[in-house]
């Protein structure tokens, strides 16, 4: 963790009375339901409780910063050291593409009968070089098995491509914990790849708030292709006339459908409980040998594919039921 003084001020009277404005969350309920909510409050007190709030957010913002560079640099060591065996999958969900018609009755547009679609966008990075990918789907989930169900036929292709055997995958991606960041993904991660072939996996999340990268950009140009096609006098009233454009009419897009049974089946791939993997929300990087997850406060590859001791990973260990796990320190003994 970075280091640094704490702010130095101008000579002042601790005591001093003073006011400020602070955002924090507060729980609001609605209909018996209660949330979690940002608010701005007006907040009094000394100059002294001023510092105090002021060093504990400065503290949060370098430890977050920290977070934020270390882990651009894992991605681009990742991109940059790359083996004919090794690919790097960078992945992000594009917000529905809202279906679009030339014309327009006020009904159809203001009312609720548009119809979405989803689309889930990534780059490839390979020895042969990159590919972009983008799945289209007119199912609405954004879950862990949704996202498998996208990144499937994205691997698949992209191994059917290579020149090269790939056995070790490395998959980046933002934080949502809906999606990406949680104990269902962890366990879908930890069995669909090695049906696919790999043997050694991992998965980087990068800080919050500083998620965007290339995937974004594969969406907005597919979005904006698609409007400029509807503006030109034709109607895009589906997620499959949308797919159906996309396939026909981006060469430098590898475009895929996903249809609602893929889904689907990917949920028939999840046990009855799925174990917690403890301190998961404090977790960037989740690296995966079978039955076993090994995951830490960051990512680090000084001895990849061996695991290193940088940042105390834990090891957990699944049961042959999948239901119960043990987690505890890795321990490294030394040579």
């Keep these: 963790?970075?280091?640094?003084?704490?702010?130095?001020?101008?000579?002042?009277?601790?005591?001093?009375?003073?006011?400020?404005?602070?955002?924090?969350?507060?729980?609001?309920?609605?209909?018996?339901?209660?949330?979690?909510?940002?608010?701005?409050?007006?907040?009094?007190?000394?100059?002294?409780?001023?510092?105090?709030?002021?060093?504990?957010?400065?503290?949060?913002?370098?430890?977050?910063?920290?977070?934020?560079?270390?882990?651009?640099?894992?991605?681009?060591?990742?991109?940059?050291?790359?083996?004919?065996?090794?690919?790097?999958?960078?992945?992000d969900f594009s917000e529905n593409y809202a279906c679009k018609l030339n014309t327009e009755i006020q009904a159809f547009h203001f009312g609720g009968n548009r119809q979405q679609a989803t689309l889930h966008t990534g780059m490839a990075y390979g020895t042969g070089g990159s590919l972009s990918y983008a799945t289209v789907s007119q199912s609405l989930r954004h879950d862990e098995r949704a996202v498998w169900a996208h990144i499937k036929p994205v691997l698949e292709d992209f191994k059917a491509k290579s020149d090269h055997d790939i056995d070790t995958l490395h998959i980046l991606s933002d934080v949502p914990a809906t999606q990406y960041r949680n104990r269902t993904n962890c366990f879908l991660l930890s069995t669909v790849p090695y049906t696919l072939g790999f043997t050694k996996i991992t998965w980087n999340f990068s800080e919050?708030?500083?998620?965007?990268?290339?995937?974004?950009?594969?969406?907005?140009?597919?979005?904006?292709?698609?409007?400029?096609?509807?503006?030109?006098?034709?109607?895009?009233?589906?997620?499959?006339?949308?797919?159906?454009?996309?396939?026909?009419?981006?060469?430098?897009?590898n475009i895929r459908w996903v249809e609602d049974y893929e889904i689907v089946g990917i949920d028939g791939l999840l046990p009855p409980t799925v174990c917690p993997v403890v301190g998961i929300s404090n977790t960037r990087v989740l690296s995966f040998s079978p039955g076993e997850i090994f995951y830490r406060r960051l990512s680090c590859f000084c001895q990849y594919p061996e695991m290193c001791p940088c940042f105390q990973p834990k090891k957990l260990q699944l049961t042959p039921s999948n239901v119960e796990s043990t987690s505890q320190d890795f321990t490294f003994q030394p040579n």
């Design 1 to 91: 963790m970075c280091c640094f003084e704490l702010a130095k001020v101008r000579a002042h009277d601790p005591a001093e009375s003073v006011t400020w404005e602070q955002w924090q969350k507060e729980n609001v309920t609605v209909r018996e339901k209660t949330y979690k909510n940002w608010v701005k409050r007006t907040k009094r007190g000394s100059v002294g409780n001023l510092l105090e709030v002021f060093q504990k957010d400065l503290e949060e913002l370098a430890g977050h910063h920290y977070n934020w560079i270390h882990q651009d640099r894992q991605f681009q060591h990742l991109k940059e050291n790359l083996h004919s065996n090794k690919m790097v999958l960078h992945i």
């Design 208 to 253: 919050r708030s500083h998620g965007k990268g290339a995937p974004d950009g594969v969406g907005g140009a597919l979005k904006r292709c698609a409007d400029k096609y509807v503006h030109g006098g034709v109607d895009l009233q589906t997620p499959k006339d949308l797919f159906n454009y996309l396939q026909d009419n981006t060469e430098k897009v």
